[in-house]
């Protein structure tokens, strides 16, 4: 299945696997590519200094229907918002609703939230 709307993660949580010498997300997004295709905004393992720096042009990507799916640094997630705010005027989140155990929409707009 192919979708046009992206999920923005700024951050994925990771650890590092001693064993493989890789980095393994912390969190299971599985339930939230019903809502678009998981698009991170830095690789994994990225450090956050660099992933602050680069907030400006990673938003260039994201276009007004997708959404942002704040985890990670809420530092770097304002950053994001308050930069897609400024440009699109509003902005769409994906949070976890840990009653439902599923991912739930909302809309920030530079008034408040919808």
Do not use: H
């Not at 493989?20 to 991170?40: H, R």
């Amino acid at each position: 299945m192919i979708f046009e709307t992206k999920i923005w993660v700024p951050q994925l949580p990771v650890r590092f696997d001693i064993a493989t010498q890789t980095y393994s997300p912390t969190f299971n997004l599985n339930k939230a590519d019903s809502y678009g295709k998981i698009s991170l905004m830095a690789p994994l393992g990225t450090p956050r200094g660099e992933i602050a720096s680069n907030v400006p042009s990673a938003i260039s990507k994201v276009d007004p229907e997708d959404y942002i799916l704040c985890i990670g640094d809420m530092a770097i997630c304002a950053t994001v918002i308050a930069l897609i705010l400024i440009r699109d005027g509003t902005a769409n989140l994906l949070r976890w609703n840990r009653i439902k155990s599923d991912y739930e929409t909302e809309i920030v707009t530079t008034k408040g939230i919808e």
